[in-house]
């Protein structure tokens, strides 16, 4: 398919960009990652006024320097790519602070669209923003968005298209900072003549004067003269000023969006606090907040054990009822491998992932998990980390896997370290899906919380060995606080959709292929000469019964299979004539702290290396063997 236009967004975290996104592409995405890079990438196409436009949703970020992953897979899109246009989304509510990024998108001279967001919020909080003098003074197409509701998403794409068929003129920018540092750029750009790095003339030696590493590094391999011209000119403007020439132009880029914002906005404060504010207050308060939070979280897993075991029970009497009770080596085959495998996964999936996903996705898009990162912060500085880590911890309860990778956001390896480490303990949606469909709707509830309570006190012992014995500090933080919305039903589902459908593509067909072979296995008694030979683990150890042995490898290649295939190895639906509630609460408590996947051990070699990955999964799954021993001999004394 020819595409006619390529879009960028790009803009600050918690600003609507994937918001806008999933308006313009609606479930057409395609999601993966940046090549050679963890960060991930989101794509897809919109027809617009009979134009394919391909739509680029680049990391949420604050500025376009080398600090992490997301800022160089940004900067080098939409310099050394040249998309047609950069659609900058901004939070009209927080207009200076995403100004100071605009202010270096057009330092790139590209074509660039604003998508002021949020007005409909900032009108609440009584912030009045001029459009026409803001676009007048940056140059730039200005477009006020709710993108919540899909109100100016469209207007941003025909704003696009005017851009990109006038791009030489809509590249000049207006911008000037102070006359010092004007007239050294201007210096440098005149030694940079010639100099082709792939970079825009001006943003180079501005980033030149700053002293930015990668430009200084790709330029000083073939001109290290220029390097000299920009030492000197960047020690002038420090001697100036008695200030480092990067903190210079820094300080003038906030100047400059100080400015603009006195001209274009106008602030009226209302006379008392929104539900919002109030809401907002009481969630970051030094002890309802924590109420709050453990409420919240104590509620999702209460109504998921709940759900998930009441819909589990519909579909199986569903299937049941047509059961043809035929006997015979292809009818079992057929049946209880295949037909069982897929109504078991059909529950779980409905029952337990998908409403995880939507329940998450609510939880993203109201503003609330940054709450819980600020409130995190000090209890995860016992660990060694901050409540930046929080965030993918909180991913993990989705999925290890993106978790490992968000662990990115950490600014040390030491602290990537720890947070991987700890986010492959928290127990994902696989495992929640055995812990709460097993124990929790067979056992009883308070019992699958007391398998979380015992992973989140292995979580934080180890997170305090590994913080005593790894070298380093965790540093501080500074986090920005979203304003409190009403989720978008239509994003949240389009969110959730897109998270679930790897599972309905892959491990669906996956599941049901390994129950059938499952089956096949316990028919011609295979399965019980692997699972004999697991016997003293998984029967003298862990007492558990021998046909366990076998699901324990299965597992590893999805977690979410387990419960399925439990069924299926025992030869019966009824878990509870095959398995003891203390054999069920050892077999999700070993489930829950050995090694998630197949799919986190290549994120843990891709972000650690084989050595550290090596030393995750051989230990996770030490631990869970070791625990779960223990654990059986201590419930036969007290249940």
């Keep these: ?29 395609i999601i993966g990652n940046w090549p050679g890079k963890t960060v991930e990438k989101a794509e897809g196409v919109l027809l617009h006024h009979g134009k394919h436009i391909k739509i680029i949703d680049l990391p949420g970020i604050y500025s376009l320097s080398t600090y992490s992953q997301e800022e160089i897979v940004s900067r080098e899109y939409i310099a050394l790519e040249h998309p047609d246009v950069v659609v900058n989304v901004v939070d009209a509510t927080s207009l200076e602070r995403n100004l100071f990024f605009t202010l270096q998108l057009l330092e790139m001279g590209t074509p660039l669209v604003i998508a002021l967001n949020l007005v409909d919020v900032a009108k609440k909080k009584g912030i009045t923003i001029n459009e026409i003098k803001l676009q007048r003074l940056l140059n730039a197409p200005v477009v006020p968005t709710i993108a919540t509701k899909g109100i100016g998403v469209h207007e941003i794409v025909d704003a696009a298209i005017e851009q990109a068929a006038k791009r030489s003129s ?49 330029v000083g391999e073939k001109h290290p003269d220029v390097i000299v011209a920009a030492n000197i000119l960047a020690g002038e403007i420090s001697e100036i000023h008695k200030e480092p020439c990067s903190t210079v132009i820094s300080s003038e880029r906030y100047a ?109 898009d109201s503003g609330y998990l940054p709450k819980i990162a600020y409130l995190m912060d000090r209890p995860c500085h016992t660990i060694g980390l901050h409540g930046k880590a929080c965030i993918p911890l909180l991913l993990a309860f989705g999925c290890n896997v993106p978790a490992c990778v968000g662990c990115r956001i950490m600014e ?94 892959t491990a669906l067909p996956l599941i049901i292929l390994g129950s059938i072979i499952i089956e096949a296995m316990r028919i011609t008694e295979i399965l019980y000469l692997v699972s004999n030979a697991l016997s003293p683990i998984t029967v003298v150890w862990l007492g558990l019964p021998a046909f366990t042995g076998f699901l324990f490898i299965f597992g590893i290649l999805r977690k979410e299979a387990a419960l399925v295939l439990l069924m299926t190895a025992a030869g019966t639906v009824d878990i509870r004539s095959a398995m003891s509630p203390v054999q069920m609460i050892v077999f999700a408590l070993v489930i829950m702290i050995y090694v998630p996947c197949v799919a986190t051990i290549a994120a843990l070699v891709r ?28 419930l036969n004394v007290f249940m």
Excluded at 1 to 21: H, W
Excluded at 199 to 211: D, M, N, Q, S, V
Aim: charged share 15%.
């Design 412 to 505: 040390t390896k030491r602290d990537r370290f720890i947070a991987i480490f700890l986010s492959t303990l928290v127990p994902c949606s696989a495992r929640t899906v055995v812990i709460l469909g097993l124990v929790g709707a067979y056992v009883g509830v308070q019992w699958a919380l007391l398998l979380y309570i015992i992973d989140f006190i292995l979580i934080f012992l180890i997170g305090r060995i590994l913080n005593r014995f790894l070298p380093g500090k965790s540093v501080g933080i500074i986090m920005e606080m979203p304003p409190y919305r009403l989720p978008s039903g239509k994003v949240v589902v389009k969110q959730a959709w897109n998270r679930f459908k790897p599972f309905l593509m």
């Design 1 to 29: 398919m020819k595409v006619d236009l390529v879009v960028a967004l790009a803009g600050n975290a918690n600003v609507g960009k994937s918001s806008i996104f999933n308006q313009l592409t609606g479930l057409g995405q």
């Design 607 to 634: 972000e650690t290396g084989w050595k550290k990955a090596g030393l995750i999964t051989l230990t996770e799954v030490g631990l869970a063997i070791f625990i779960g021993g223990i654990a059986f001999r201590l």
């Design 170 to 218: 809509a590249s000049k920018s207006t911008i000037r900072y102070g006359p010092e540092i004007e007239t050294r750029i201007e210096k440098l750009e005149r030694v940079l003549t010639g100099v082709n790095i792939g970079y825009p003339l001006r943003w180079t030696a501005i980033k030149l004067l700053e002293g930015d590493s990668d430009i200084v590094n790709k």
């Design 256 to 364: 400059v969006a100080a400015r603009i914002v006195k001209e274009v906005q106008t602030f009226k404060e209302s006379e008392k606090p929104s539900m919002g504010e109030l809401f907002d207050e009481l969630s970051m308060h030094s002890v309802w907040g924590y109420v709050l939070m453990f409420t919240t979280m104590l509620s999702i897993l209460m109504f998921m054990s709940f759900f998930g075991g009441w819909l589990s029970e519909i579909v199986r009497n569903l299937f049941e009822s047509v059961n043809p009770h035929m006997t015979g080596f292809l009818p079992d085959l057929l049946w209880n491998g295949g037909v069982v495998g897929f109504y078991a996964t059909l529950s779980v999936a409905l029952g337990f992932i998908l409403p995880f996903y939507l329940i998450l996705g609510v939880l993203e």
